[in-house]
């Protein structure tokens, strides 16, 4: 059966390349980075050319980087590692629950935390943050590219503020590296956690830039790794990998990979469009290039992820599973969407492997689906029948 994979930001295959770098660091250099004999040097050599490829892709200083053990430990790296009991903290309602359950940890702990409200389109209004900022304000975390909509975030003015009220400015840019141009000159942030696995690199291995100067408190302890800001044996093949990956990345940025992206994207996206009474959670500008967020009235997108896995789609809803029960996005709740429309939302998220066949594939069994799925629908045809005898009085 003919299997397409459009579910990319929850994560990519690893392309070959990334493979056949990371592979001779499983067993030919197998050497632990810390030991200071042949074996460990020429790891060392591989982890010091990885964080130069990594602090390329952000703009950064190879110094700034600590690898981690993947984007969810890097943003609890940055929201504990420059917070205090008694502190504020500003961020958003629509963070990926790896900054979210940390600042509710913050909380627990005694700190007050203040998540932002989003617009209709799912972005942080800049004057929210700076409204919210207090004399006790330690960080401000706002995610640089949504997850579920795409949705890019206006860091750079957020970055601005932060630095004027002196307080440290985290952005949680693991679904915008390597997928659009990162700076963290630009952005303004002090840290800004990565992952390699949303970019054709393997799992669990990520990274948190640390702007020089910033008063981070390591989260685990042990020996002195990572300029002991991050204790433990380096994962050598991940960071291989994630550093191959950040370089093709980077390149692949430079060629304009992300506009052919957008490209693709789009025409999925028009033609679905096409169907009727469904429209695009979030707005179609600002987006990272791979990622559409579409609702289609009266559907359960559930059933719908089910319905097309079987003809060989794979796509996903923003829903979190809790305890037994499908609780609809915190994302599209936080934009405004009633529980109806967020749990009738499906994410379509394009990877480096997708090609227009792919989109045709998809735009071959999508619109089928969606009708077959509601012709089942009570919803939707309690909603067209009242809609047909509307417009017949
Ligand atoms: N932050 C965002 C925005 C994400 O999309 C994800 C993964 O879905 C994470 C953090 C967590 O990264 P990881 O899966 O590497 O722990």
Known sequence: MRRVYLDNNATTPVLPEVFEAMRPYFAEHFGNASSIHHHGQETRAAVERARESVAALVGANAAEIVFTGGGTEADNLAVFGVTRPGDHIITSAIEHHAVLNACRHLEEMGCLVTYLPVEGRGVVDPADVRRAVLPNTRLISIMLANNETGMVQP?????????????????????????????????????????????????GVGALYVRK??????????????????????????????????????????????????????????????????GVNGSRASRVPNTTNIYFEGIDGEALVIALDLKGLAVSTGAACSSGAIEPSHVLLAMGLTPERARASIRFSLGKQNTAEDVEFALSVVPETVARLRELSPVWRRASSLESRASSV
Not at 214 to 227: D, I, K, M, P, V
Not at 230 to 238: H, I, K, L, S, W
Not at 242 to 268: S, T
């Open 155 to 203: 860091v750079a003015e957020i970055g601005k503020i932060a630095a004027e009220a002196g307080v440290y400015f985290h952005t949680d840019a693991v679904q915008a590296a390597g997928k659009i141009p990162v700076r963290v000159e630009e952005i303004g942030c002090d840290l800004l956690s990565i992952s390699a696995h949303k970019v054709h690199g393997p799992q």
């Open 213 to 278: 100067g910033t008063a981070l408190e390591a989260r685990q302890y042990g020996g002195r790794h990572e300029r002991s800001r991050r204790a433990g044996t380096e994962n050598v093949p991940g960071i291989v990998g994630l550093g191959k990956a950040a370089e093709l990345a980077h390149a692949g940025l430079e060629r304009g990979d992300d506009l052919k992206m957008a490209a693709l994207r789009d025409q999925l996206e028009t033609q679905l469009l096409e169907i009727e009474a469904c």
